[in-house]
C-alpha cells in the first residue's frame, strides 16, 4: 500500500504503520487521517496480517491535531462536511482500532500529545521510548478532549488522575506513563522498534483465533457484569475448542513439545 502521509509494511505477519508527517511532529493533518483509517482497515482483513505495530516518524509519535491548518480554515471562515459533523474520521479510527480483530501496538517514539496520546491509548498495548512524553494538551487549547481520550484514560489511571491530567494538560515522562500504567514497558530509543516487534512476532506466532476472541472478551468484560462477561469466555471457549490450534495445543503438550499454531 503507498499513502501520501504514511509508510507501510508487511513483514512476518507484522503490518508496521508509520504516522509520515515528521516536520509537523505527525500532526493528524493532510491525508493522514484518511491514510491511517484505510490502513487499519485493510490490515484488519488481511489474512497475512497477525499484528499491528503503530509508530511515528522522525522525532514525535503524533503531536495531535493539526492546530497550524485549523488556525488556517477557522481565518478562511471553511466549514467541516457535514460527515465530520456526526460521524468524524477520527471517530471511526478509534472505532476500528478497538474492532480489529488483530492485537495493536503503539510503538510511542516521542511527543504523544492531544489526540495523539489518545490514538496511543486506543491501541492495546504501549511501549515507550525514553524520549516519549504524554499530555493531554486539549486545554491548553480551550478545546476538549476527542479521539476517545475520556473513555479511554480513567479506565487505565483511574478517574482522579484522569481528571488531573485532562484539567491541567499537564505532560508526563515515560517512566511516570509506566509508573501509571500508561504504557507496559520503556526502552531506549534504538531499542524502542525492536522491543515492539518482538513482541509483535511473539504474539504473531500464537494461535489467531484464541488471541483475536480474547482481545473482543477484554474490551467487551469492561462495560459488562460478571455474568455476561462469563457467558461471553464460554462462547468463546466453544469457538476455539473446534479450531485446529486447539487441537495442536493438545497434542505439544502430551508430546512435550512446543506448539506450532497456524492460526486455524
Same mark, same amino acid.
Given at each position: 500500500m503507498t499513502y501520501k502521509c504514511l509508510l507501510y509494511s508487511v513483514e512476518d505477519r507484522i503490518a508496521t504503520l508509520t504516522l509520515n508527517r515528521p516536520e509537523r511532529l505527525n500532526a493528524l493533518g493532510d491525508t493522514l487521517r484518511d491514510d491511517l483509517y484505510d490502513a487499519v482497515t485493510k490490515s484488519a482483513a488481511d489474512p497475512n496480517v497477525g499484528v499491528?505495530?503503530?509508530?511515528? *516518524?522522525? @522525532?514525535?509519535?503524533?503531536?495531535g491535531g493539526d492546530v497550524k491548518a485549523m488556525s488556517e480554515r477557522d481565518q478562511s471562515g471553511e466549514a467541516p462536511p457535514p460527515s465530520e459533523r456526526w460521524a468524524p474520521i477520527r471517530d471511526r479510527i478509534i472505532l476500528a482500532l478497538r474492532n480489529c480483530p488483530k492485537p495493536v501496538i503503539a510503538a510511542v517514539n516521542g511527543a504523544a500529545a492531544g489526540a495523539g496520546m489518545n490514538l496511543a491509548l486506543a491501541c492495546d498495548i504501549r511501549i *515507550?521510548?525514553? *524520549?516519549?512524553?504524554f499530555s493531554q494538551a486539549?486545554?491548553? @487549547?480551550?478545546?476538549?478532549?476527542?479521539w476517545g481520550g475520556t473513555w479511554f484514560l480513567p479506565r487505565i489511571v483511574g478517574t482522579a488522575k484522569a481528571f488531573e491530567l485532562i484539567f491541567t494538560g499537564e505532560t508526563i515522562d515515560a517512566a511516570e506513563a509506566l509508573r501509571l500504567?500508561?504504557?507496559n514497558a520503556v526502552v531506549a530509543p534504538e531499542e524502542l522498534m525492536a522491543e515492539a516487534c518482538k513482541l509483535a512476532r511473539k504474539?504473531?506466532?500464537?494461535?489467531?483465533? *484464541?488471541?483475536q476472541l480474547a482481545k473482543r472478551a477484554i474490551h467487551h468484560s469492561q462495560d459488562v457484569d460478571l455474568r455476561a462477561g462469563l457467558e461471553f469466555e464460554t462462547f468463546a471457549q466453544g469457538i476455539c475448542r473446534d479450531t485446529e490450534d486447539a487441537k495442536e495445543g493438545v497434542r505439544a503438550f502430551v508430546e512435550k513439545r512446543s506448539p506450532v499454531f497456524r492460526g486455524r
Open positions: 499491528l505495530v503503530i509508530t511515528g *516518524a522522525g @522525532r514525535g509519535f503524533c503531536s *515507550a521510548s525514553t *524520549a516519549a512524553k486539549f486545554v491548553k @487549547r480551550g478545546l476538549h478532549p476527542d500504567g500508561i504504557v504474539i504473531a506466532a500464537g494461535p489467531a483465533v *484464541a488471541i
